[in-house]
Nanobody
């Protein structure tokens, strides 16, 4: 089993920035890809960004150029730097990890709320 703990969410004004962090523990030797998903009220959960164990990244079209995913394999931590935030980025953000590099979500964190509002 892998445990994921997110941090860094909060309230931010439009145009602002936030950095989410997610620390993995437990059977971390099995971790390959990591990712961030989000779910807004009344909407389906969607992949925001993913990163393979080798550093290859994937982004949702809606966040390309604004969000950056990165990881620190020594600290077993994945980050999501979010810039130029928009009200439509408001959602619960979930950290995920997988024992595969062909998908991002075998394990899920509890989530951290991001609210973009003036």
């Amino acid at each position: 089993q892998v445990q994921l703990v997110e941090s860094g969410g909060g309230l931010v004004q439009p145009g602002g920035s936030l950095r989410l962090s997610c620390a993995a523990s437990g059977s971390i030797f099995s971790i390959n890809a990591m990712g961030w998903y989000r779910q807004a009220p009344g909407k389906e959960r969607e992949l925001v960004a993913g990163i393979s164990s080798g550093g290859s990244t994937k982004y949702a079209d809606s966040v390309k150029g604004r969000f950056t995913i990165s990881r620190d394999n020594v600290k077993n931590t994945v980050y999501l730097q979010m810039n130029s935030l928009k009200p439509e980025d408001t959602a619960m953000y979930f950290c995920t990890t997988s024992w595969s590099n062909s998908r991002y979500a075998d394990y899920w964190g509890q989530g951290t709320q991001v609210t973009v509002s003036s």
